[in-house]
């Protein structure tokens, strides 16, 4: 793969992530809140409850992006507050969640960013307790189909910056994929496969070492 596409590939990786972060709103998001009749919005209160329910989560992922890129790899999650992507070679990017920080880190160039986690989809998983009926969020859609439930949200401070979709498998409750459109209309589809939840998972995995400082990162 050309380094050049490596780079454009890192670009859609971290947008995947810090779709929250003002850019020019080249398409504007359908901010519209969704009529929810009462079996939407109990089926609604099931995500949430079993979003909550999650302390652990440990998945293969494949990511794609409309603008072509692709993308395989690992996440882990733990509530509250950690999380961790991990992408398969020749993609040298690795992005960890500590300490309230998203931390995108490119490995073949050795450079580091830190971003507000609150700001991103990741700060959203990674919450102690998750409502999906809060003021900070818009519910925009919810799709029920056969065994299937597709939820759409914007956030309320901004809700152009872009919109967030969580796709669920249904009884029994499972997230199977979300989908990420920013702001310029690019949309990131990341897809889990095999995920184990609830399985014990090795703290050190959500500790960054800062190559450049030896600065460790931690959410202990």
């Known amino acids: 793969m050309q380094i050049r596409h490596l780079k454009r590939l890192g670009v859609a990786l971290l947008l995947a992530w810090v779709f929250f972060m003002p850019t020019t709103h080249a398409h504007a998001q359908d901010a519209t809140p969704a009529k929810l009749s009462e079996a939407d919005r109990a089926a609604v209160g099931r995500i949430e409850e079993y979003l909550n329910s999650v302390s652990t ?8 992006s409309s603008n072509g890129s692709y993308a395989e790899g690992k996440m882990y999650l733990s509530r509250p507050g950690k999380m961790r992507l991990q992408y398969d070679p020749p993609v040298p990017i690795l992005i960890i969640v500590a300490k309230g920080n998203l931390i995108y880190v490119d490995k073949e160039l050795q450079q580091v960013s830190y971003v ?9 998983l990674v919450r102690e307790e998750i409502s999906l009926f809060g ?14 439930l597709r939820l759409s ?15 669920f498998s249904d009884r029994p409750m499972q997230l199977k994929k979300w989908v990420v459109t920013d702001a310029q209309g690019v949309t990131t589809t990341v897809s889990l496969m095999g995920a184990r939840v609830g399985a014990k998972i090795d703290p050190e995995l959500f500790v960054f070492r800062d190559p450049r400082t030896n600065n460790t990162w931690d959410q202990f």
């Not at 507000?116 to 959203?124: L, S």
């Not at 900070?136 to 799709?143: A, P």
Request: cysteine-free; overall charge negative; hydrophobic content about 45%.
């Open 57 to 64: 989560l440990e998945s293969r992922f494949l990511q794609a």
């Open 116 to 124: 507000d986690a609150n700001d991103t989809p990741a700060g959203f």
């Open 153 to 167: 949200l914007v956030r309320a401070k901004d809700p152009l910056e872009g919109a967030l979709t969580l796709v």
């Open 135 to 148: 003021d900070d969020l818009i519910i925009t859609g919810l799709m029920r189909e056969a065994q299937t």
